[in-house]
């Protein structure tokens, strides 16, 4: 097993966690804090020789300066205890300035109070009788045995201290939920990326193989009146003119799935309508809504719906479907349900969980409840600003 941080080794067993380098990672890390101290008491020290108002304003003139420097000092100790590269965060300057100001006033001498007791304890311990040797017997023999036995102990809690302390300053310069942001915004580009390229797909097949298509069927129309009725040549004239027409029909099928126009001019209660009125099995729409939403909220609520009803027709054999929507207390929920054999499992495609990642990247849920034997359920609710 590969541990990332000091924090995570210490949940190891404790033969593999004493035999690591974690302990000693971690002593280096909390004896390094010996720099940043004897920084700020050179500076003190100095400061004592200059004349009071004097030497204040230049003690902070000098730590001002240093705070750069501890900061940079800060994240590169900070690989001895944390092995997980810090992630690119607001504020990043200002952050590392806080922890370097906490190392100057308060952090360096904790941390050479914790390695000077845990690190050594153990050894004066040991070392006790050979230092005094008119030291009392019982002592004399219990006090390496103390120090031997502490041994492991004192492994057990620089780790933990470093460990702590390495959490605490990878919490300060990148907290959590900027990360999440940052992960956040990259998958919404990346899906904002997805929308122009889906629409760059579908002007491509709207003006270049749909118009070849039209003109293709228009030419075979027009072969097909020049040619005898009833000819060998006019029957198979004819069949090519009503493959083409399925093609063209297939084609703007196939080009509605990956862009709906009717989406972007009239908004999501028509696409609805239209996604409905094309579902082989029956669908009774009830959608109302306070007019246009945000347009990444129509078109991931379109794709629920579309592929809700993709798969209804495709699975559940029902005989009927319903979808709703409404906007409550500024949150879209749409729900669609039909009357089929139900038993839907998300693990079972890619569809149900692609709406799920979808929904997750403008803050949205998508819910189930397909138990077998039906009916099935599938709701989802996003936030709108609307
Ligand atoms: N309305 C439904 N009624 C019954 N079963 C369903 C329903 N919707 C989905 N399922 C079941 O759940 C499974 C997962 O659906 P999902 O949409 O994730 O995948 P898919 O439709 O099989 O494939 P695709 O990746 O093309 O969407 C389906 O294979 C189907 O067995
Ligand atoms: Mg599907």
């Known amino acids: ?185 990259s998958r919404a580009r990346l899906v904002d990326a997805f929308e122009m390229e889906r629409r760059r797909i579908e002007r491509d097949l709207h003006d270049g193989a749909q118009q070849r298509l039209v003109s293709l069927s228009m030419t075979l129309g027009l072969a097909g009146l020049d040619l005898p009725v009833g000819s060998e040549a006019g029957r198979l004239v004819a069949l090519a003119h009503d493959e083409a027409k399925r093609a063209l029909a297939e084609l703007r099928e196939l080009i509605r799935g990956v862009h709906s126009q009717v989406l972007t001019d009239r908004g999501l209660g028509a696409a609805v309508h239209d996604v409905a009125g094309r579902s082989p099995v029956p669908v009774d729409v009830d959608v109302d809504l306070p007019g246009r939403l945000p347009a990444p909220v129509e078109v991931t609520a379109y794709y629920v719906v579309s592929e809700a009803l993709t798969n209804l027709a495709k699975h559940s054999g029902a005989a009927r479907a319903a979808v709703t929507g409404r906007v409550t207390r500024g949150t879209l929920v749409v729900e669609v349900r039909d009357d089929g054999a139900g038993g839907a499992d998300p693990a079972k495609g890619t569809g149900l969980t692609g709406l799920a990642d979808r929904l997750s990247v403008v803050g949205g849920r998508l819910s189930l409840s397909s138990p077998v034997g039906g009916p099935t359920l599938v709701r989802m609710e996003i936030p709108c600003a609307s």
């Open 1 to 185: 097993m590969f541990d990332r941080t000091a924090l995570e080794a210490l949940t190891r067993r404790p033969l593999p966690f004493l035999r690591s380098a974690w302990p000693w990672r971690c002593a280096a890390y909390l004896v390094a804090s010996l720099l940043p101290g004897a920084a700020v008491l050179a500076v003190a020290v100095a400061m004592t020789d200059v004349p009071s108002p004097f030497g204040l304003v230049l003690a902070l003139v000098v730590l001002a300066l240093s705070i750069p420097l501890v900061a940079w000092f800060e994240r590169v100790r900070l690989r001895l205890v944390d092995a997980v590269p810090l992630p690119r965060t607001p504020h990043r300057r200002l952050r590392e300035a806080g922890v370097a100001v906490m190392t100057v006033f308060a952090l360096w001498w904790i941390d050479l109070l914790m390695a000077g007791f845990t690190i050594l304890g153990p050894p004066l311990l040991i070392l006790a009788p050979f230092v005094q040797p008119d030291i009392v017997p019982e002592v004399g023999v219990a006090s390496p045995v103390a120090g031997v036995l502490l041994l492991p102990v004192a492994a057990y809690t620089v780790t933990a201290w470093g460990g702590a302390r390495g959490a605490m300053v990878r919490a300060l310069l990148a907290p959590q939920g900027s990360e999440l942001g940052e992960v956040l915004r």
